[in-house]
């Protein structure tokens, strides 16, 4: 006997789900090694690597500049965190991230030499001055916790298009001479002031240097010295 179908029995309908694609977050090459990169992908964000010019973490057009609490004493030293902070500026919304509290005191007089107050005159420089929010997390979960909130805030199209600050002539001179230990803003100035140009304060006898920025100059004797 042929099977009837009853036309106007009530079908089930065949539920098609469609997967909400995962918030990006695009993060730096150079991040590659750290443990947050792998956490935000455990908490389902979509991770995409490239070479970004201006922070290490880019989301909902936030640029976020993390630091290890070693590499922000590092960075302080060798005055890249200052230049790194111009280039945020780029960003209506930035942030620098410090992590690593629970695992290393910040202001702990350390052994690069740096005392608890410098650092806490630089980051209230970076409040101040630079008018970028800190914030200071525990480890790399807690890292990826709060790019997470962040992430699935109103989500906006993010800039791909900052690019490192570009430093006039003046800017670049001075820039190359606080690449000296113990030469900051003040003494590079001083210098150029006196002697107008590097070539002369490269080639001026050691006693004039003494003059202008007292025992600061023992650190041109680096020059003479062979690699």
Not at 45 to 56: C, Q
Not at 85 to 90: D, G, I, N, P, R
Not at 147 to 156: G, H, M, S, Y
């Amino acid at each position: 006997m042929a099977q009837i179908f009853d036309i106007f029995s009530k079908q089930k309908k065949t539920e098609i789900k469609i997967e909400k694609p995962k918030q990006k977050i695009f993060v730096d090459y150079r991040e590659k090694n750290s443990m947050v990169a792998s956490e935000l992908i455990s908490l389902g964000l979509g991770v995409e690597f490239l070479e970004l010019k201006v922070g290490d973490y880019l989301v909902n057009n936030i640029a976020i500049e993390r630091k290890t609490v070693s590499d922000f004493i590092s960075s302080m030293i060798n005055k890249r965190l200052h230049s790194q902070m111009e280039s945020l500026q780029q960003y209506e919304n930035k942030l620098l991230l410090i992590e690593g509290i629970e695992e290393q005191e910040l202001y702990s007089d350390n052994s690069e030499g740096v005392s608890s107050n410098a650092v806490r005159g630089f980051l209230l420089s970076i409040l101040l001055k630079h008018k970028i929010p800190i914030i200071f997390t525990k480890n790399a979960e807690d890292t990826a916790k709060f790019i997470d909130v962040l992430a699935r805030k109103k989500e906006t199209e993010s800039s791909l298009n900052a690019s490192r600050k570009s430093f006039n002539k003046k800017e670049q001179i001075q820039f190359i001479l606080e690449g000296f230990p113990g030469i900051g803003p003040k003494t590079a100035k001083k210098l150029l002031e006196k002697f107008k140009t590097m070539n002369n304060i490269f080639n001026a006898p050691l006693e004039e240097i003494t003059k202008v920025i007292g025992k600061k100059a023992d650190i041109f004797k680096i020059i003479e010295e062979e690699y």
